[in-house]
């Protein structure tokens, strides 16, 4: 079990332990939810949405005629910066 205390601001410091198992560093956001349970859950922002991203795109590429890494490239790129490529 890990503790952490709450200062006058409402800063938390996460345990060493709890870092390293989120793979959190300095500067990376954290996010907090509620599951199903009611319980509040602490995660690493950034791998949640790749998470997210990754859930989203399954499967496009191959209902894309599978394309190239460059296809994807310059799609990403297109979107990216708003512009033909």
């Known amino acids: 079990m890990n503790l952490a205390k709450i200062t006058a601001a409402g800063q938390v410091t996460v345990p060493a332990e709890i870092r390293r198992i989120l793979?959190?560093?300095t500067g990376d956001k954290i996010l907090f939810?509620?599951?199903e349970n009611g319980e509040i859950v602490i995660g690493n922002a950034s791998v949640n949405?790749?998470?997210?991203?990754?859930?989203a795109?399954?499967?496009?590429a191959e209902?894309?005629?599978n394309p190239s890494e460059e296809d994807i490239q310059c799609w990403v790129d297109e979107v990216r910066y708003k512009r033909d490529v």
């Open 57 to 60: 795109f399954e499967g496009v």
């Open 23 to 25: 793979g959190l560093k």
């Open 49 to 55: 949405a790749i998470r997210k991203a990754q859930i």
């Open 63 to 65: 209902g894309l005629g």
């Open 33 to 35: 939810f509620q599951n």
